[in-house]
C-alpha cells in the first residue's frame, strides 16, 4: 500500500532555531500533501495544503512566515518551522493522498515529527 | 460551526465484544467522503474504513464497519470482537469535495479514546 515517509520523528532544540521537517512519499507520486498540528489529547489541525511547483495554501491563523512550505518534487515536501519557540512545541503530521481513483482514496500519514523547543 | 461531531471523550470495552463510535457530521456538500482513522500512542495515523456519501450501502472492512445513516449524517464506526490492540484513540474525519477546492482536505472530529479490558 502506499507509504508516506516522515523525518525526523524526535527534535529537541534551543528556542531561536529553524526546524525542517521532511514528508516524502515512497511509492507513488503525490500533488498534494497536507501539514497538520496535533497538541496532546487533541485532535489534528491542518495547517497548509502543498502542492507541487506552486505555493501551499494556509488555514486561517496560520503564520506562513512562521511555518515555511516547500513542495520541491512530486515525493517531497518540506515543513521548516523557523525561529521556534517553546510554543511551536507540538507533534507535527504529514500526509498524502494515495494514487488511483479520487473519490474513495484515504490520506495516508507519515508517523509524525514531535517536535520540543526549549 | 463544529463539522464533525465525536460526543464520546472514551470508551471502555470488554475483550471480544462489540463497540460502537459515534461520529455526526454537518456539510451542504451532496458529494464527500466520511473516513475513520486510529493512532495508537505511538503517534500514527491508521486508515481503517471509508464511506462516500453516494454509496449505497455500509462499508465493512474486517472487523470494522460503518453505521451510515444519511439522513441523520451519522457514520459511527462498529468494532466487532474487540482485541486488546484496538486500544487507541479513534478520529472520524470527513472530505468535502465542492469546499474542499479541489484538494481532498479532511476535516477531524475531536476523537474518541477507546479502552479494551481483558
Known amino acids: 500500500g502506499a507509504v508516506v515517509s516522515q523525518h525526523p520523528s524526535w527534535v529537541i532544540c534551543k528556542s531561536g532555531t529553524s526546524v525542517k521537517i521532511e514528508c516524502r512519499s515512497l511509492?507513488?507520486?503525490?500533488?498534494?500533501m497536507f501539514w497538520y498540528r496535533q497538541f496532546p489529547k487533541q485532535s489534528l489541525m491542518l495547517m497548509a495544503t502543498?502542492?507541487?511547483?506552486?505555493?501551499?495554501?494556509?488555514e486561517q491563523g496560520v503564520e506562513k512566515d512562521k511555518f515555511l512550505i516547500n513542495h520541491a518534487s512530486l515525493t517531497l515536501s518540506t515543513l521548516t518551522v523557523t525561529s521556534a519557540h517553546p510554543e511551536d512545541s507540538s507533534f507535527y503530521i504529514c500526509s498524502a493522498r494515495g494514487p488511483g481513483p479520487y473519490s474513495n482514496q484515504p490520506q495516508h500519514f507519515g508517523d509524525g515529527t514531535r517536535l520540543s523547543i526549549l | 460551526a463544529q463539522k464533525i461531531t465525536q460526543t464520546q471523550p472514551g470508551m471502555f470495552v470488554q475483550e471480544k465484544e462489540a463497540v460502537t463510535l459515534d461520529c455526526t457530521y454537518d456539510?451542504?456538500?451532496?458529494?464527500?467522503?466520511l473516513f475513520w482513522y486510529k493512532q495508537p500512542s505511538s503517534g500514527e495515523m491508521i486508515f481503517l474504513i471509508y464511506?462516500?456519501?453516494?454509496?449505497?450501502q455500509n462499508a465493512t472492512e474486517g472487523r470494522y464497519s460503518l453505521n451510515f445513516q444519511k439522513a441523520r449524517k451519522s457514520a459511527n464506526l462498529v468494532i466487532s470482537a474487540s482485541q486488546l490492540g484496538d486500544s487507541a484513540m479513534y478520529f472520524c474525519a470527513m472530505r468535502e469535495d465542492e469546499f474542499s477546492g479541489g484538494y481532498n482536505k479532511l476535516i477531524f472530529g475531536a476523537g474518541t479514546r477507546l479502552a479494551v479490558h481483558p
Open positions: 456539510t451542504s456538500d451532496p458529494s464527500y467522503g
Open positions: 464511506q462516500g456519501s453516494y454509496d449505497q
Open positions: 502543498s502542492n507541487e511547483g506552486s505555493k501551499a495554501t494556509y
Open positions: 511509492d507513488f507520486q503525490a500533488t498534494t
